[in-house]
T-cell receptor, first 112, second 113 residues
Framework: GEDVEQSLFLSVREGDSSVINCTYT??????LYWYKQEPGAGLQLLTY?????DMKQDQRLTVLLNKKDKHLSLRIADTQTGDSAIYFC????????????FGTGTRLQVTL | NAGVTQTPKFQVLKTGQSMTLQCAQD?????MYWYRQDPGMGLRLIYY???????DKGEVPNGYNVSRLNKREFSLRLESAAPSQTSVYFC????????????FGPGTRLTVL
């Protein structure tokens, strides 16, 4: 199966850390991605991780991958109001015309 | 570079009307995709084109047709619109490098009455 699941909503206070979680079922995934969608806009790639990595850090973003549990998380440090958006995880596999399977998206609300 | 562009931005149709959503990319990407986004369901793939001259069905192709006019352009046609096709439609193209970043257009918000 190719289901990718996320919780629908997360609320955090400005300055706190946000952790957005994702579970996937396809163990043959090669790359896993986090996309950000701001209101009224398309999706933009935030970061990605190759399936043979456990962690990737990029400035305020930390991606953790637990292959055994098929669990992916995105941690945003020092969350700002500009981080309010919908966050999608996605997976891809080689040999599938680079098709991505997206999760349902997590809406992050940052409060003052 | 304009990236991925889509027209129109908004459209209202009556049930049974037809229309074509246009998409173009200027990044010389081979693969292009059409998705629909519905609340609580994420993005679902309608059709994709792995290269110029080829098209394939995605997860939810019923009620749609596509044309890969040339390398730049990939259009989505609704022959007889239905209220169930009310959605936001996104076109995307893929970089083709090793991590295959997808670049998205701004979307078309379609309402079918």
């Amino acid at each position: 199966g190719e289901d990718v699941e996320q919780s629908l909503f997360l609320s955090v206070r400005e300055g706190d850390s946000s952790v957005i979680n994702c579970t996937y079922t396809d163990s043959s995934s090669t790359y896993l991605y986090w996309y950000k969608q701001e209101p009224g806009a398309g999706l933009q790639l935030l970061t990605y991780i190759f399936s043979n990595m456990d962690m990737k850090q990029d400035q305020r973003l930390t991606v953790l991958l637990n292959k055994k549990d098929k669990h992916l998380s995105l941690r945003i440090a020092d969350t700002q109001t500009g981080d309010s958006a919908i966050y999608f995880c996605a997976e891809s596999k080689t040999g599938t015309a680079s098709k991505l399977t997206f999760g349902t998206g997590t809406r992050l609300q940052v409060t003052l | 570079n304009a990236g991925v562009t889509q027209t129109p931005k908004f459209q209202v149709l009556k049930t049974g009307q037809s229309m074509t959503l246009q998409c173009a990319q200027d990044m010389n990407h081979n693969s292009m995709y059409w998705y629909r986004q519905d609340p609580g369901m994420g993005l679902r793939l309608i059709y994709y084109s792995a290269s110029e001259g080829t098209t394939d069905k995605g997860e939810v192709p019923n009620g749609y047709n596509v044309s890969r006019l040339n390398k730049r352009e990939f259009s989505l046609r609704l022959e007889s619109a239905a209220p169930s096709q009310t959605s936001v439609y996104f076109c995307a193209s893929i970089s083709g490098d090793k991590y295959n970043e997808q670049f998205f257009g701004p979307g078309t918000r379609l309402t079918v009455l």
